[in-house]
């Protein structure tokens, strides 16, 4: 059995480098020596290094199935480290932590294409039940790894605890955090985008990225394997099954549709930034335990989707990235401007947001969890008259969050509660009718969480935003430390509590809880 809590000296105790055999013939001044050696070595399980250097992870609870992931990797950050041939590797799931009472097991194919990453999709399990698994290739043994299957639709729960995480920069501070959620009691991690950034080498943070700006399909694969290879974040997969959407540092920075961020690099053309952005998005698909159907066809791919848990949650995960229209004004914090309220830009694209709307209005569950990237609520960042506000975020669609406020205030969808990051601090708001208007309905609940790594340290709290905090009523809570939130849910009552890191720029900060908040059924 893996204690989760001494994950990371079994990690390292798994990938000791090991000495690839290579029989007395090979002749090794020839390529196709070399890869015939390659493939003899694989047939007879025997790796470079140790192959599941990536962990495993699993996600996409249904009541009766799961996803379980892992990819062979045994030279991570050189594009895995694996010659161009096919690869079977062995699954089993138990229902011991020791695998010794097998339910289900079978051989999956790892292959080129997918950069030796592979999911399974294991049927016909029990709901609302925890499992555990691993991976075999060879003389070699994933770490074991265990998830839960998702009750059983419209049947009662009395109670679901999930984790709400984002933003997670590797140079900018260690995943200490994901130490500590490892070890949370949990059902599920929910992760709201930036799981990898796309940038270069920084000179002045803690952990280095391992190139510069990745651009091409093999520099996506390494960034995210650098990432996956943190032993914190490794845990905390092996530890819950995870629900995912992505934001833009998956792409690029603040990219909206097939629209690249302003910068002076090739991509400005649109038909040069599809092309990579179908390399980001296959290379997103290779390392999350996404089910079959997300896998993308050249630059698009399907995120939105609906998982629900008993009579208590439906999440409605969205995408608010691939179908936006342009951010308006020109980006960046800014005044209003006539594009910001053209009835015809879109943050969600119409297709997704009429499937919102059904099933908000077909739920009959407790809370109805929006699982998305950027913050819906207002924020007002200019203290006093006037004001400004973040374009990237809902605040830059107006017409898009008007349509979605008049939509939960007249069809009353039963507890909307929205979930964001992007912003690397935490924050607690109310959903109004009407921002500008205080006396408004309250119509949803929104909790946003601050980063895993991104932006450092932190603080508190900052003047800036305590100066305009009295602009924004219905802003409830601000905090601008790194960390995660936790929320659990009963039939009668939902808590949020706001977990933060003392530091993050070294591998030995603490977590406390910083503020916690209550929403009762049918009063958000």
Known sequence: MVDYRN???????????????????????????????????????????????????????????????TRLAPEPLEGGGMPPVNVPIRWEV??????RRIVSRGTVLATPQLAHSVRVVVEGLQSDTWYWYRFLVGQDSSPIGRTRTAPLANSYLSKFNFGLVSCQNYQQGFYTAYKYLAQDDLDLVVHVGDYIYEGGISTTTPRKHNSSEILTLEDYRNRHALYKTDTNLQAAHA?????????????????????????????????????????????????????????????DMQLYRRLSFGNLATFHVLDTRQYRTDQPCGDGTKERCPENLDPNATITGKAQETWLFDGLNSSQSKWNVLAQQVPIAQR????????????????????????????????????????????????????????????????????????????????DTTPAVEAYLPDNPHIKFFNNQRGYVRCSLTPT????????????????????????FVVEDGHP
């Not at 070595?41 to 495993?56: C, K």
């Not at 138990?94 to 695998?99: H, K, L, N, R, Y």
């Open 7 to 69: 994950f990371e000296q079994f990690l390292h105790s798994r990938m000791k480098r090991r000495n690839l055999i290579i029989g007395a013939g090979a002749l090794s001044g020839l390529a196709i020596a070399n890869q015939f050696s390659h493939q003899t070595a694989i047939a007879t399980g025997r790796f470079s290094n140790y192959p599941f250097t990536l962990g495993v992870a699993s996600g996409e609870p249904y009541p009766t199935s799961v996803v379980i992931w």
């Open 94 to 99: 138990a229902t011991d932590p020791d695998m």
């Open 239 to 299: 530890a819950f099954p995870w629900i995912v959407t992505w934001d833009d540092h998956e792409v690029e920075n603040n990219y909206a549709n097939n629209i690249s961020e302003i910068d002076t690099e090739p991509d400005q053309d649109r038909a040069i930034f599809l092309q990579r952005r179908a390399i980001a998005y296959q290379a997103y698909y290779e390392h999350m335990p996404l089910r079959p159907f997300s896998r993308p066809v050249g630059p």
């Open 380 to 459: 007002d960042m200019k203290p006093g008259e006037g004001g400004t506000y973040s374009m990237d975020k809902w605040d830059g669609y107006v017409a898009s969050r008007d349509r979605l406020m008049a939509f939960l205030g007249q069809r009353q969808p039963s507890n909307p509660v929205s979930l964001a990051g992007d912003v690397h601090s935490h924050w607690a708001m109310n959903l109004k009718a009407n921002f500008d208007n205080p006396q408004s309905a309250t119509v949803g609940s929104e909790f946003v969480c601050s980063s895993i790594s991104s932006g450092g340290d932190g603080s």
């Open 493 to 516: 009552n939902w808590q949020t509590d706001y977990l933060v890191m003392s530091n993050v720029t070294t591998p030995f900060g603490t977590i406390s809880k910083r503020a916690s």
